[in-house]
T-cell receptor
């Protein structure tokens, strides 16, 4: 059974820092990995989707990398801002109509 | 597009009552799913559907029923609510394959007394 772990569970940083969130998965036979953002009391918003043939994806200040063979992904946030404060979740899936398996998330707080 | 909509936003039930959580999407997505989110447990899949008339169980299906009579709607039914079903419920949809971006609704916070 696929298991997804996210470290750290919580992170507090001052504004302006560059930071890295980690995601690991036990079964490397994935077809894609997604990073989501969840604001308190809200649903999830997709940030980046990396397909298994890709090594990384970038969107603005966000960069996600994927190393399938080692079962790891990282989300890099450059020049963090208070508006980045949220919970970040990663999820992996297989091919076709596969379901997503989620990690428990990293709760990020960026202080002004 | 309204995206994925869920009603109600909040609900309080007594043990043994039944109710239906509504979910609708206007993006013509084939794939729809229901998750529950609990502290310390993360998001867990309840049921999913790959198209109208087709549903299947996820990780935690017991106590829940679903049906998919149209592409747009995917209601989740609690037949006899239990306190263990107190949770936040999210509906999600995507175009079809797992390589498609998944969109989530705003959630329904359910309390069972």
């Amino acid at each position: 059974k696929q298991e997804v772990t996210q470290i750290p569970a919580a992170l507090s940083v001052p504004e302006g820092e560059n930071l890295v969130l980690n995601c690991s998965f036990t079964d490397s036979a994935i077809y894609n990995l997604q990073w989501f953002r969840q604001d308190p009391g809200k649903g999830l918003t997709s940030l980046l989707l990396i397909q298994s043939s890709q090594r990384e994806q970038t969107s603005g200040r966000l960069n996600a990398s994927l190393d399938k063979s080692s079962g790891r992904s990282t989300l890099y946030i450059a020049a963090s801002q208070p508006g980045d404060s949220a919970t970040y979740l990663c999820a992996v899936s297989g091919s076709g109509y596969s379901t997503l398996t989620f990690g428990k998330g990293t709760m990020l707080l960026v202080s002004p | 597009n309204a995206g994925v909509t869920q009603t109600p936003k909040f609900q309080v039930l007594k043990t043994g009552q039944s109710m239906t959580l509504q979910c609708a999407q206007d993006m013509n997505h084939e794939y729809m799913s229901w998750y529950r989110q609990d502290p310390g447990m993360g998001l867990r899949l309840i049921h999913y559907s790959v198209g109208a008339g087709i549903t299947d169980q996820g990780e935690v299906p017991n106590g829940y029923n679903v049906s998919r009579s149209t592409t747009e709607d995917f209601p989740l039914r609690l037949l006899s609510a239990a306190p263990s079903q107190t949770s936040v419920y999210f509906c999600a949809s995507r175009l079809g394959l797992a390589t498609d971006t998944q969109y989530f609704g705003p959630g329904t916070r359910l309390t069972v007394l």
